[in-house]
């Protein structure tokens, strides 16, 4: 079975099987637009979503039949992809922090916005969307790694840096950390957990 993770994103064969649908998220914009998996418990074979529009208004949570995903990309596959030449902080943002990320070793991507028009070539970015990366650590950053971590955020400074590192366990924002908060809130596919050791979690 597919290992779908959080971030990830996907195209489907046709509309998702909810009665609920929003009217933008139309079967006109879900050919051109991906979802995106979110972390959520579902049965075996569904797959937890998250539709986004244009507008940072347009947003709907549901579930996917896993038969119905004829495309993923995954941040990681975005990591390198051409950034368009544009008038957008984020996007200028990802230009700087690439040879950064790449030099931790690390597995990372572009999630949110950034990584959403990376992957559609949707029109989704404004001047001030934010820049939301995610990276693969899977065990407590040594004090060389902790400081490659402060060099990258300090090197964004034009728009807003989300900084989601994904433990292999759940996901929780690196500004948390960095602050020497005593918990941090790590999500989970059960829900969000406050801990104080996110690579520990059982």
């Not at 637009?33 to 979110?38: D, I, L, M």
């Not at 990591?79 to 790449?102: E, G, I, M, N, Y």
């Not at 034009?158 to 759940?170: E, H, K, P, V």
Request: charged fraction near 20%.
């Amino acid at each position: 079975m597919e290992a779908w993770r959080a971030h990830d994103l996907l195209w489907l064969d046709g509309l998702p099987d909810d009665a609920s649908l929003p009217a933008w998220a139309d079967a006109a914009w879900l050919r051109a637009a991906p979802v995106v998996v979110r972390r959520a418990s579902t049965a075996p074979g569904r797959i937890p979503v998250g539709l986004r529009g244009m507008l940072r208004s347009e947003r709907h949570a549901c579930e996917v039949d896993a038969a119905a995903v004829v495309r993923r990309v995954t941040p990681e596959m975005l990591a390198h992809t051409p950034v368009p030449d544009c008038s957008c902080a984020a996007l200028d943002a990802l230009r700087q922090v690439v040879p950064l990320l790449d030099a931790t070793g690390w597995a990372w991507g572009p999630t949110g916005g950034v990584g959403f028009a990376l992957a559609s070539s949707l029109p989704v970015l404004r001047a001030d969307s934010d820049l939301d990366l995610v990276l693969r650590i899977a065990a407590p950053p040594d004090a060389d790694q902790a400081e490659a971590l402060r060099a990258i955020a300090a090197t964004v400074t034009a728009c807003r840096l989300d900084l989601q590192i994904d433990t292999g366990r759940g996901g929780f924002a690196y500004a948390e950390w960095a602050a020497g908060r005593a918990k941090v809130l790590l999500k989970t596919d059960h829900g969000p957990v406050l801990t104080a050791t996110p690579w520990e979690l059982a």
